[in-house]
């Protein structure tokens, strides 16, 4: 069930970086510190792109006087070579005396949310070799067979993990990424999906990028019967329990349509989701970390 939907995940992480096959040139337009034509949006489109020789310009006109940028208090990351070329008149970056300006790091951190017994990690561990992971995972037998995966995989100096869930994990710098794969459902109010949300959103960075993957469909649609069959049919066919499944489905797994699960996203602190995959019930949402609102 989990490979499906990580196979997909992981083909989509690639994509993100490799959209853009060549080094860009990026314009910062405000001197706000971030959103649209920001300082610290430019660094996050150009840790994007990950090829190296992106640069970053000031607008001529907006910049023709020296102007300050303040920041609101986290760091802004830099994971690839970059030149940041700055204005002539001058430009002043102030931390206000809470943060770093930069941090230049050669890695993404990736924050993977009931990791299970590792499905994910060790695909991108090994699609990206400088990427740090942090798994967390309730279940004490899930998260001792990760480790061990890890160790035998060759990964677990990469590797934090931490039994137990998403509030309990200790504070870290904030992670760059996030996975969630049909997790979310479990939780069978919307306001208790919107907080777990909230919480992953509070631990990435700005602009942080949140792949999440659950059941979803419209169980009063007249299609949903059939759909349910092949589900059903496909279940059997994996080996799995299929009246069990089929059973759990409004009852311990919420199944709510498409347009449900990305307002809750949206509640929980993320853009609003695009949809890149659907198999049969899962489907599969990206979304970046909101702007906090000032």
């Given at each position: 069930m989990r490979d499906t939907a990580m196979v997909l995940v992981l083909a989509v992480v690639v994509g993100w970086s490799a959209n853009v096959a060549r080094a860009l040139p990026f314009v910062v337009t405000n001197t706000n510190d971030n959103g649209k034509g920001s300082l610290r949006d430019?660094?996050?489109?150009?840790?994007?792109?990950?090829?190296?020789?992106?640069?970053?310009?000031?607008?001529?006109?907006?910049?023709?006087r020296p102007q300050t940028i303040v920041l609101q208090g986290t760091e802004m990351p830099i994971s690839h070579d970059l030149t940041i070329s700055g204005p002539s008149a001058g430009l002043t970056l102030d931390a206000n005396k809470k943060s770093r300006i930069f941090r230049v790091t050669d890695a993404s951190t990736v924050d993977i949310v009931g990791?299970?017994?590792?499905?994910?990690?060790?695909?991108l561990a090994a699609a990206f070799p400088q990427w740090q992971f942090t798994a967390v995972e309730p279940a004490p037998a899930m998260i001792a067979l990760c480790r061990q995966r890890a160790q035998d995989n060759g990964v677990q100096a990469?590797?934090?993990?931490?039994?137990?869930?998403?509030d309990s994990l200790p504070a870290?710098?904030?992670?760059?990424?996030?996975?969630?794969?049909?997790?979310?459902?479990?939780?069978?109010?919307?306001a208790g999906?919107?907080?777990?949300?909230q919480q992953i959103a509070a631990r990435l960075g700005?602009?942080?990028?949140?792949?999440?993957?659950?059941?979803?469909?419209?169980?009063?649609?007249?299609?949903?019967?059939?759909?349910?069959?092949?589900?059903?049919?496909?279940?059997?066919?994996?080996?799995?329990?299929?009246?069990?499944?089929?059973?759990?489905?409004?009852?311990?797994?919420?199944?709510?349509p498409t347009d449900e699960v990305a307002a809750i996203l949206r509640d929980g602190g993320f853009e609003t989701p695009v949809l890149f995959f659907q198999s049969l019930l899962?489907?599969?949402?990206?979304?970046?970390?909101a702007a906090p609102i000032e």
């Open positions: 430019a660094i996050v489109r150009a840790n994007d792109n990950e090829d190296n020789g992106n640069a970053i310009t000031f607008d001529a006109t907006v910049f023709a990791v299970g017994t590792g499905a994910e990690l060790f695909d990469r590797c934090a993990f931490h039994q137990g869930t998403l870290s710098a904030p992670f760059d990424g996030a996975t969630c794969l049909l997790v979310s459902h479990f939780f069978m109010e919307n999906r919107s907080e777990f949300f700005p602009q942080g990028i949140l792949v999440s993957a659950d059941l979803s469909s419209a169980m009063e649609a007249p299609t949903f019967p059939a759909l349910l069959e092949i589900w059903r049919r496909m279940l059997r066919q994996s080996g799995m329990p299929a009246d069990q499944y089929i059973a759990s489905l409004g009852q311990s797994a919420a199944v709510l899962i489907h599969a949402w990206f979304s970046r970390r």
